[in-house]
């Protein structure tokens, strides 16, 4: 008996041998699951979808990637998770937006920072744009600031949260402007924060590019201006703020990408970063996000390194006056 | 009349099978506790991207539709509402099963549904740019005092007392400041990292209406060893058409009260069903009878929550802006294929656009059909031994909060507000007050502090909340619910004696 319980020992130590000398070469070898912080049909969840949608192709990863939404707080709830609670193990990835999750981290209260992630790709890039309602009596910015120095403090304007890139926007018009605004954030979102702005609740508000641009196409709204370095190919007539005569650059603009926990095995990380940048670039992808109104930028992960430590930076520059 | 036009698209080998398929399907997703509407529409999305825009439309629209339906099924059986929107039918549904009139209880709430979402969608279709102007009337200060009505009716919704009615909704109340406020980001009695997203509310519901009930089944099968035999009587369909068709009022109420509130973005769904459960009780002859197994209660409750399916979609389809989560997955669907709602929906996409609204119309006929198919098999249930169904149900519990997200701290969740509700019912509160505050909190509260930041900076908190014909009318209304709770206990007590008071208490536990 001793010597069958041996064998058998034997056996399973021959069993599993391969598998550890192997280490993560065979990775991915079961689905893998990423965590989007936000609601199901929300922009993030969305785009989240259709991005990963080709992940299970064996010119991808092999494995299909499950969407898990954890929606609450603007994401805090999400990212607490996933920064406290999932296994660095490579099978569970979270979907980032900056410049949310940074902004949150210095404003305290929750339990990550940009040290607790490591970035993998960048999918996309929404800039916060400038809404007033289809009838308002503001044609651009010059005009909404104007309002602001008559009545200070008495601008509302909507936008989806604080602490989020639309807040970060507002802040920045506030400082490149001078003047005192009413930032109303909305418990529903980006859809709620327009939806405030067609009914006429508020004089304006802050708003995703993409929903604005499916707005005004529904002669809801007019888009004044956008928070971004460059006028957006979705909206060659819209000029940026920079444009305008306001000193903003593209601090706000919602970058949406794929993260893993801190502790996941270089050699995953390596394998992720390498391969689903490639998966973005896959064309149904890029026709379906297309389609969708979603402006894409393809970014690897030294890049997006790179640009999480650039915001790092502005916001804690940013968010200190307050 | 274009979507008569476009009516025979929907009856296409394809479109029709995948109408049956999403019928079919949404009947056992709904069914399933845990799995809410909005998550099964945003299951079956991925499936969506291989089908034609209309064909996907077709299935989600089919399964939006049945998965409110099929949500009674659980509600009525097993007394787990499968969403906020069937918590109203647990109230006399579950009371009718457990005097074996469960396969009557089934038929009523389908018939009633299919009543109720056949009005909606010809809301939907007729007198959609009319009901856009009213979907966008409700800024923060009309949501604000939307919400204090629902709380008025706490009082008077399914309880011995209304006190402890208003004291069960303050208990709700408070599970919903638990997490990170909505607004400000504060954290709030954060004191295990499983509520630090907030008390979600399906988990609360599974584990307030369904874990009391499955200790008291325990207890009850070791206390007598024959297990008492619940007869389930047979009910003709025919009989079941009658009594809908009988009860006027209950359908009439149901059916106006889904529609209204189905169509205010971000309150219809979760309390069409309590709002409307609770006014036809007021209107009804027979009042004292609700929450024994009163058949009017089921055809209120159910007619509302399909009601209100088709005006809900009224804010996505003309101004874009989804009005509820289950609404936000139907635009995604919508998005993938390039297709932007919008006021020239009809005139870019009308075959998209009316072949989806036609689906959900002969999507109702086909709910209504299957569910009462369903209706004869799975009454049946009650005769299921108490341990066994204890068992059964708490599996069901237990998977239902944790699919919700994944997550054991939703079964923790569950699992610890069912024990504490099984003592408050001992104590004759009762859940759906409770729940109702849940619901309630955060759209009082996330609202009051919108208006109250857009009236600082503008007209003042005064005039922000007491000017306007709606703000008047809300207003009116809550007081006038108030008014009616007081009198009502008033009323009552004049007659209520201690005996009479002993024998209630004996009658609930």
Redesign the interface.
């Known amino acids: 008996m001793r010597k069958w319980i041996a064998g058998a020992a034997l056996a399973l130590a021959a069993m599993t041998g391969p598998a550890l000398a192997d280490g993560h070469a065979s990775y991915p070898e079961r689905p893998i699951?990423m965590m989007v912080s936000y609601?199901?049909?929300?922009a993030t969840?969305?785009q989240a979808?259709?991005v990963t949608?080709t992940a299970g192709n064996e010119d991808a990863l092999g494995m299909p990637i499950a969407i898990?939404?954890?929606?609450?707080?603007?994401g805090?709830?999400g990212w607490?998770?996933f920064a406290?609670?999932a296994e660095a193990d490579g099978y569970t990835l979270a979907a980032y937006n900056v410049p949310h999750f940074i902004a949150?981290s210095i404003?305290g209260?929750v339990s990550y920072s940009t040290d607790d992630f490591e970035p993998i790709a960048n999918w996309g890039a929404d800039p916060a744009v400038f809404v007033v309602g289809a009838d308002s009596e503001f044609d651009s910015m010059a005009d909404v600031v104007a309002y602001a120095k008559e009545n200070p403090?008495?601008?509302?304007f909507s936008g989806a949260?604080?602490?989020v890139g639309h807040h970060i926007a507002a802040l920045q018009l506030e400082k490149a402007a001078g003047v005192k605004l009413?930032y109303?954030?909305?418990?529903?979102g980006g859809?709620?924060a327009?939806?405030?702005v067609?009914?006429?609740?508020?004089l304006g508000g802050v708003n995703n590019l993409s929903d604005a641009f499916?707005?005004q196409?529904?002669?809801?709204v007019k888009i004044l201006g956008v928070f971004d370095l460059e006028r957006n190919a979705f909206l060659p007539d819209v000029p940026t703020m920079k444009e305008q005569g306001f000193d903003i650059d593209n601090a706000s603009v919602n970058f949406r990408g794929v993260m893993v926990p801190k502790g996941t095995p270089q050699e995953v990380i390596d394998r992720l970063a390498e391969v689903v940048p490639t998966m973005f670039e896959n064309k149904r992808v890029q026709s379906?996000m297309?389609?969708?109104?979603s402006p894409m930028a393809i970014m690897t992960r030294d890049e997006v390194i790179e640009m999480w430590a650039a915001r790092q930076a502005t916001l804690e520059e940013l968010l200190a006056g307050l | 009349m274009d979507f008569l036009f476009y009516m025979g698209d929907v009856f296409t080998p394809i479109n029709f099978g995948l109408l049956l398929l999403g019928t079919i399907g949404g009947l056992i997703l709904g069914a399933t506790p845990g799995l809410s509407p909005t998550m099964a529409v945003a299951l079956l999305i991925p499936f969506t991207f291989q089908l034609e825009p209309q064909q996907g439309l077709i299935l989600l629209g089919a399964a939006y539709t049945s998965t409110v339906a099929g949500g009674a099924v659980s509600a009525i059986l097993l007394k787990i509402p499968g969403a906020p929107a069937n918590i109203a039918t647990t109230l006399d549904g579950h009371t009718m099963a457990t005097k074996g009139e469960g396969a009557k209880a089934l038929q009523l709430s389908f018939l009633a549904s299919a009543v109720g979402g056949l009005f909606g969608v010809f809301l939907l279709i007729f007198l959609t740019p009319v009901l856009a102007q009213w979907a966008l009337a409700f800024g923060p200060s009309h949501l604000f005092w939307l919400a204090i009505l629902g709380v008025t009716v706490i009082g008077t919704l399914d309880s011995s007392s209304v006190v402890k009615g208003l004291l069960a909704g303050c208990i709700g109340l408070w599970l919903a400041t638990i997490g990170f406020d909505d607004i400000m980001g504060a954290q709030r009695f954060i004191f295990h990292p499983s509520v630090s997203g907030g008390i979600n509310v399906i988990p609360a519901l599974i584990g307030l209406f369904a874990i009391p009930q499955v200790i008291t089944m325990f207890t009850k099968g070791r206390s007598s060893d024959d297990a008492e035999i619940i007869s389930v009587k047979r009910h003709p369909i025919r009989l079941a058409f009658v009594e809908v068709l009988r009860r006027k009022t209950a359908l009439f109420i149901g059916t106006i009260t889904g529609t209204i509130i189905g169509l205010i973005p971000g309150v219809g769904g979760q309390i069409a069903g309590l709002v409307a459960y609770d006014q036809s009780k007021k209107f009804s002859r027979e009042s004292e009878k609700f929450g024994t197994g009163h058949s009017e209660g089921v055809i209120a409750a159910e007619s509302a929550n399909n009601a209100m399916v088709g005006p809900s979609l009224v804010p996505l389809l003309t101004l874009s802006i989804p009005g509820s989560p289950t609404a936000a997955v139907l635009l995604g669907g919508l998005l993938i294929h390039g297709i932007f709602p919008g006021p020239d929906l009809f005139m870019n996409y009308p075959q998209v656009a009316w072949t989806f609204i036609d689906s959900m119309l002969i999507g109702q006929i086909l709910m209504c059909i299957f569910g009462l198919y369903i209706a004869g098999l799975a009454a049946r249930v009650a005769r299921v031994p108490h341990a066994v169904m204890a068992a059964v149900v708490l599996g069901l519990a237990v998977f239902g909060s944790y699919s919700v997200q994944n997550s054991m701290g939703d079964v923790y969740v569950m699992a610890s507000l069912g024990v504490g509700m099984y003592f408050l019912e001992r104590f004759g509160f009762s859940a759906a007050p409770l729940v109702l505050g849940l619901i309630l909190g955060p759209i009082a509260e996330a609202n009051f502090i919108q208006g109250s930041m857009i009236a600082n900076a503008t007209v003042g908190m005064g005039s922000y909340f007491f000017t306007g014909w709606l703000n008047w009318l809300l207003i009116l209304i809550v007081l006038a619910s108030v008014s009616y709770s007081i009198w009502m206990e008033v009323a009552q007590r004049r007659y209520t004696t201690k005996d009479d008071a002993v024998a209630k208490e004996e009658a609930m536990s």
């Open positions: 699951m609601g199901a049909g929300g969840d969305f979808r259709i949608m898990l939404n954890r929606p609450g707080a603007g805090r709830v607490n998770w406290t609670e949150q404003e209260g403090g008495g601008l509302t949260g604080l602490f009413a109303i954030p909305n418990n529903a859809a709620g327009m939806r405030a067609i009914a006429g609740e508020v499916r707005a196409a529904a002669g809801n379906r297309e389609a969708g109104g």
